[in-house]
C-alpha cells in the first residue's frame, strides 16, 4: 500500500493543496465578523475528509470503478426523484436531503455519476464506432438527470451537465453535421427553455445581467457589490481579512457564489493571477490523465471532468466579475459547502488513479 501512494501524481496533489490553502485563507476572511466566523474550520473539515477520499480511490484501478456506473447512476436518478417529495425546502428550492442534522445534495455527484457512466458507455465501443442509436442514447442520459434538477430548480447545477453533453460526444470523432446539429440543438433548447423552463426569478438575473444598474438595491445588488469589491482591490489587494466590502458585510453570499470576490479584494489582480494560474495547472494535469489514460472510457471521463472544472471556473468568476449572469454556480476550493467538495475530490480521486495506472503500467 505504501509503494501505491508513492507512485501517486505529487503535481496534481501539490496544486490541490495549493488551492486549499487560497480558499481557506479566503473562507477565514469572509465569515469574520458574522455568523458564520467558524466556516472555515467546517470547510477544513470538508476538506481533509475529501483529501482522505481522494488519496484512496487513487489506488483503486480505475476499471474497477466504471463497473459501477450503472448502478450508480440509477440510484443517482432515485435520489434526485426522491429529493424532490421528502428532501428539506432552502430558499424556495428543495435540492438537499438532511441527514445527521448535516445537507446532502445529491445533484453535486449526480453530475460525475452521469460523467462516468457516459464515459463507461461510450469508451466500451472504441474510438471510432459510435453511431446514432449510441449518440442520442448518451445524450439521453445526460438530460434526463438535467430535467430532474431544474425542476427543483436549481439552473446552475443543471448547466454544470453541459461539458459531458458537448464534450464527451465531441470525444467520439463526430463528423462536422453532427457537431453543427448538436449545436442547433442545444441554441433551440435555449430558446425553448426561455419560454417553457425557466422561472421569472431566472429570467430576471439574465435581464439583470444585461442591464445591471436597472436594480442595483435589489436584484442586482449581488453584481454591483461584487464589482465594488473587485475593482477596489487594485493590483496588490488590501490585504488579509482588510477588504472593507467583505468586512462591512456589503457583499452577499461571500462563504459560497462570491468567495473568489473576497480573495479578489484583499489579494488584488496579482492574487486573481495565481488563483487563475492554479487552475490553469490543475486543468493541465486533467487533460494531461487525459491523454495519457489507457482505456477510452478513463480518457471521456477526464476530459469530461476537465470541462465541468473550466465551466464552474468560467461561469463563477464571470458571475462575479459581472461579465456572466448569476446562476448560483460554486467555484472548487473556494466556495463552502460539503457536497460539493466531497464530489469534487471524488472526481479528482478517480483521475489520480488514471494517472497512476499510466504511471505504474
Known sequence: MRERFRALDSRLLWVILA?????????????????????????????????????????????????????????????????????????????WFVIAGQTFQPSELMKWVTLLYVSHRLGSKGADSVGRLELFGAVGLVVFPMLLIQRQPDLGMALSFLPILLLIPLMKGLRARWVVALLLLVGVGGFGAWKFVLKPYQKQRVLIFLDPSADLQGKGYQVNQSRIAIGSGGLIGKGFTSGSQTQLNFLPVKTTDFAFSVWAEERGFVGVLLALGLFGLLLSRILDAAREAHTYAEAYFCAGAAGIFSLHLLVNVGMVAGALPNKGMVLPFFSAGGSSTLSFFLALGLIMGVLHRARVK
Open 19 to 95: 488551492l486549499i490553502a487560497l480558499g481557506t485563507l479566503t473562507l477565514y476572511s469572509a465569515g469574520r465578523n458574522t455568523p458564520q466566523a467558524a466556516i472555515w474550520l467546517k470547510q477544513s473539515l470538508w476538506n481533509l475528509i475529501g483529501l482522505f477520499l481522494m488519496l484512496l480511490l487513487a489506488t483503486v484501478d480505475p476499471r474497477r470503478i466504471f463497473r459501477y456506473s450503472f448502478p450508480s447512476y440509477l440510484l443517482g436518478l432515485v435520489a434526485l426523484a426522491a429529493v424532490l417529495v421528502i428532501g428539506k425546502k432552502i430558499g424556495g428550492a428543495t435540492r
